[in-house]
């Protein structure tokens, strides 16, 4: 199987999809269109899913991720309204989705170690930042602790058990790109979620066919003939790594950025209430 002969290809391909830099002008308008249906002010908003781990199949959602920040009257009594906020359109053709969580619960997902919330701050797809999103984005390295490879390999088994039931492409593509994101973030304290770069690295050969599959075909596209007993080798060979680039990783084991995220939620709050 070819790992490699088509990454050029793909990555041309990719950078022609929603979410790149060079995303069209009606894919741009309509993801505009909806991150202003948002009612309160982001802090940031930026493209996850297939798009940003590098296998968007033509029928893929475009998902944007981020943080708003809640006016002083929502967040200072005993109820807490609008924590989190849900904006589903289907505009120009696309399925548009975007979730944002106010920033006090964003930093406390941050500094429990959540995968997908330190993925969506360093993610390169921005397509709405504010003033603070850079400081963040510092802060943010600063909570990177050697307890994401626990979570990215909880999520990784969670993902493994999806695709032994369903025998579908996208979550056997999911369960590498997660394992692998989780192995480079223990070696290196960098955030990398796109698998083609990834496999770069890591060179799994059967990976370039997988992916080649995903993009010619949809979200829903079956493995009927798979070879189970082979990536479930592979699942418990690259599980038993990611265990190993943890245990060996030089991050710290507790999260060092907690007052500086503090700091920054009393700036955001008094900053955004004057307007």
């Known amino acids: 199987m070819g790992g490699y002969e088509n990454i050029g290809a793909q990555k041309k391909r990719l950078r022609n999809k929603p979410g790149e830099k060079h995303m069209q002008a009606k894919e741009e308008q309509v993801l505009k269109s909806v991150v202003n249906r948002q009612p309160f002010p982001l802090v940031f908003a930026t493209l996850t899913g297939s798009h940003l781990?590098?296998?968007?199949?033509?029928?893929?959602?475009?998902?944007?991720?981020g943080a708003h920040v809640l006016p002083l009257d929502k967040v200072v009594g005993l109820y807490t309204e609008q924590e989190t906020l849900q904006v589903h359109s289907?505009?120009?053709?696309?399925?548009?989705?975007?979730?944002?969580?106010d920033v006090k619960r964003y930093f406390e997902l941050l500094l429990r170690q959540n995968p997908d919330v330190l993925e969506e701050i360093y993610s390169p797809l921005v397509h709405h930042q504010g003033s603070y999103f850079e400081e963040l984005r510092e802060i943010a390295s600063l909570c990177i602790t050697?307890?994401?490879?626990?979570?990215?390999?909880?999520?990784?088994?969670?993902?493994?058990?999806?695709?032994?039931?369903?025998?579908?492409?996208?979550?056997?593509?999911?369960?590498?790109?997660?394992?692998?994101?989780?192995?480079?973030?223990?070696?290196?304290?960098?955030?990398?979620?796109?698998?083609?770069?990834?496999?770069?690295?890591?060179?799994?050969?059967?990976?370039?066919?997988?992916?080649?599959?995903?993009?010619?075909?949809?979200?829903?596209t079956l493995m009927e003939d798979v070879d189970l007993e082979f990536y479930g080798r592979e699942f418990?060979?690259?599980?038993?790594?990611?265990?190993?680039?943890?245990?060996?990783?030089?991050?710290?084991?507790?999260?060092?950025?907690?007052?500086?995220?503090?700091?920054?939620?009393?700036?955001?709050?008094?900053?955004y209430e004057k307007g």
């Open 236 to 271: 418990r060979r690259l599980m038993r790594e990611l265990t190993d680039a943890r245990l060996s990783s030089d991050l710290p084991e507790e999260p060092r950025g907690k007052p500086e995220l503090h700091d920054l939620l009393i700036r955001l709050r008094l900053e």
């Open 53 to 65: 781990y590098g296998f968007p199949s033509f029928d893929s959602d475009l998902n944007l991720r």
């Open 90 to 101: 289907h505009l120009g053709g696309h399925d548009v989705d975007l979730v944002t969580h």
């Open 146 to 220: 050697k307890e994401y490879g626990k979570s990215y390999r909880a999520y990784a088994q969670k993902l493994w058990n999806s695709f032994e039931r369903q025998r579908q492409l996208k979550p056997l593509l999911y369960v590498f790109r997660v394992i692998l994101t989780g192995m480079h973030l223990m070696e290196t304290g960098e955030v990398e979620a796109n698998i083609m770069r990834l496999n770069h690295r890591y060179r799994l050969p059967y990976l370039g066919d997988l992916i080649t599959l995903k993009l010619r075909g949809s979200e829903e």
